[in-house]
């Protein structure tokens, strides 16, 4: 059963730049969220995907951005990156939209270095 | 919104020994109480949750106990292993009905097993 799959694991970025990470849902799972990791920090919701919208959102500017596909994976943009973008990038997973109460897994995350 | 205090930030115990991990939460609407376990350099792992319809849950060595009335839930883990050694950390939400979906996290309590 495969879990949760982010790329990629590890990119560098120059300030300014855009950046796209990729997120594939446990199988049967159809919600996606991102989270943001700093570092010695605990994770920040920045948004959630369900069929295909975007269900929540978390207090994080309109540069970062994502994206549902058809078949439940994901993506998360970032424009105009800042030195602060620097983080840890979680996806997360789970069946059944933002109502559903079921168990949320978290996929190794994409390290994302700003400099 | 939620706001989740974790403590301590760091404990460092012998082999054998039981640790214990508290948090706080802000929010008396939150419902669901997940633990992760975070390893250098990996995503967090879902290791126990609790439901507010439950004082206690319990997994072999590792144990949940929530106080709804006091806003706080605790981690026990019993008979401390140096493969336990990893950061903790704590969530809330409202889960099954409720409008926010998302996880609010603790800021981490990093655990050492010393053999």
């Known amino acids: 059963d495969a879990g949760v799959t982010q790329s990629p694991t590890h990119l560098i970025k120059t300030r300014g730049q855009q950046v796209t990470l990729r997120c594939s849902p446990k199988?049967?799972?159809?919600?996606v969220s991102w989270y943001q990791q700093a570092l010695g920090q605990g994770p920040q919701f920045i948004f959630q995907?369900?069929?295909?919208?975007?269900?929540q959102r978390g207090n994080f500017p309109d540069r970062f951005s994502g994206h549902q596909f058809p078949n439940y994976s994901s993506e998360l943009n970032v424009n105009a990156l800042l030195l602060g973008d620097s983080a840890l990038y979680l996806c997360?997973?789970?069946?059944?939209?933002?109502?559903?109460?079921?168990?949320?897994?978290f996929g190794e995350g994409s390290w994302l270095t700003v400099v | 919104g939620e706001n989740v205090e974790q403590h301590p930030s760091t404990l460092s115990v012998q082999e054998g020994d039981s640790a214990v991990i508290k948090c706080t939460y802000s929010?008396?609407?939150?419902?669901?109480f997940p633990w992760y376990k975070q390893e250098l350099g990996k995503g967090p792992q879902l290791i126990i949750d609790?439901?507010?319809?439950?004082g206690e849950k319990k997994d072999q060595r590792i144990a949940v106990t929530l106080n709804k009335t006091a806003k706080h839930f605790s981690l026990h883990i019993t008979e401390t292993q140096p493969e336990d050694s990893a950061v903790y950390f704590c969530?809330?939400?409202?889960?099954?009905?409720?409008?926010?979906?998302?996880?609010?996290f603790g800021k981490g309590t990093l655990l050492t097993v010393n053999p």
């Open positions: 997360a997973s789970s069946l059944g939209g933002p109502l559903s109460g079921n168990t949320i897994y």
């Open positions: 995907y369900y069929e295909e919208e975007e269900r």
């Open positions: 969530a809330a939400s409202q889960r099954g009905g409720g409008s926010n979906y998302k996880l609010t």
């Open positions: 199988s049967g799972h159809d919600t």
């Open positions: 609790i439901r507010s319809n439950v």
């Open positions: 929010d008396s609407a939150s419902n669901y």
